[in-house]
Nanobody
């Protein structure tokens, strides 16, 4: 079982930035495709960004609009989601997920392991 732990959420004003991090305590995510998803109250979970084992990235253009960036920090052994120019519509619980599949797929059903999520609230 892979236990994912997210951190970095919080309250930020519109236009601000946050960096979310995902880790497996005591291990790393090198052998997984890793994705960030989010779910707002009353809405379905949607994918935000995915980074493959090889470092390739996929973004939800509708969500990200050039504002977010996913990356691997090999020193900290985390997968980070840098979020800039945050909007009220970005308010949601953000989840990290890991997939052991052959290819990175932009669908929550392709991911085997999930964290508990971290809350991001964008409000003035």
């Amino acid at each position: 079982q892979v236990q994912l732990v997210e951190s970095g959420g919080g309250l930020v004003q519109p236009g601000g930035s946050l960096k979310l991090s995902c880790e497996v305590p005591g291990s790393n995510l090198d052998n997984f495709h890793v994705g960030w998803f989010r779910q707002a109250p009353g809405k379905e979970r949607e994918y935000v960004a995915i980074i493959s084992r090889g470092g390739g990235t996929i973004y939800s253009t509708d969500v990200v609009k050039g504002r977010f960036s996913i990356s691997r920090d090999t020193i900290q052994r985390t997968v980070d989601l840098q979020m800039d120019r945050l909007e009220v519509a970005d308010t949601a619980r953000y989840y990290c997920a890991a997939s052991a599949g052959r290819a990175a797929v932009a669908s929550s059903s392709a991911f085997d392991y999930w964290g508990q999520g971290t809350q991001v609230t964008v409000s003035s």
